[in-house]
């Protein structure tokens, strides 16, 4: 079925852009792996100019659904994909920097996301799969292994579980969600008093929870997944409340100040004379 392109009008030009190829994807006319014809053919057709056109295909990029090569050759121009992972991320990584969502509300959705994948990965991983996180487990366990390298294979463990339970969004939100409090994980690791302790409890955890998997434990390994996460994440969680209630005690202590100070000139009265 041929893509019928339509003109837009030009108020708020780039959203009603986005409105339009969004349009065209819910119809089923552009579906991954599709090109986009060239800039300078599908501004006219909408009628917009290929500034606003190139906002609304950047727009796109960043959500995942699009990627543009520069050039002339084959491969130039823009093609719809699918790609959400890494635009999941980004997007949650920046909304949790921003204080969109606690520490809490990540580690709740942790442990959803992950006592479900756990769990199916139990009943429908193939051994290639279970194969490849155990080479990252093995590759953990390494007396060197340093926090940051540490902390990038631990994120590939648990989304190659997800992956491997078959349920692609399972596999998608768990790698966002992950990624979102990545750099607070590692900064957490950095900082704990005896790293080589730390890094042999949690990797015993991660061998114990592929061991349960292959052996078709699902509510254990989804259990043991749930305390995994409890037990390091919630240290983060316990560290953020600890610091917000200490903020709250010094605003508290700072607004009495205030109030004191207040009453104590009312008391003094006009020309500070009691």
Do not use: C
Not at 73 to 89: K, M, T, Y
Not at 196 to 212: D, F, W
């Amino acid at each position: 079925m041929p893509v019928e392109w339509q003109p837009v009008r030009q108020s708020r030009t780039h959203e009603l852009v986005l409105q339009s190829i969004e349009e065209q994807v819910f119809a089923g006319k552009l579906r991954a792996g599709d090109r986009l014809p060239p800039e300078r053919e599908l501004a006219p057709v909408f009628g917009v100019s290929r500034s606003a056109l190139r906002e609304a295909l950047r727009v796109l990029e960043t959500i995942g659904v699009l990627v543009a090569q520069p050039g002339r050759g084959p491969d130039s121009g823009a093609r719809i994909v699918r790609n959400p992972d890494d635009a999941l991320g980004r997007l949650l990584r920046l909304h949790f920097a921003l204080g969109s969502y606690s520490l809490h509300d990540v580690m709740e959705a942790r442990v959803a996301l992950e006592r479900s994948s756990f769990a199916a990965a139990a009943k429908y991983a193939v051994d290639r799969d279970l194969d490849e996180a155990s080479a990252v487990v093995h590759r953990m366990s390494q007396p060197g292994i340093l926090p940051e390298e540490f902390n990038e294979l631990d994120t590939q463990f648990h989304v190659m579980v997800a992956t491997s339970s078959g349920n692609a969004l399972t596999s998608t939100l768990t790698s966002a969600v992950r990624e979102s409090v990545r750099p607070l994980i590692l900064r957490a690791l950095e900082e704990v008093d005896d790293w080589s302790a730390t890094r042999q409890h949690l990797n015993a955890q991660h061998s114990e929870l592929l061991r349960l998997v292959r052996t078709g434990h699902g509510e254990e390994a989804a259990d043991l997944a749930e305390l995994h996460i409890r037990g390091f994440h919630g240290t983060l969680v316990d560290d953020e409340r600890t610091a917000e209630d200490a903020e709250e005690r010094t605003a508290d202590g700072d607004e009495e100040r205030n109030e004191a100070g207040e009453a104590a000139r009312d008391e003094d009265g006009p020309g500070g004379q009691r």
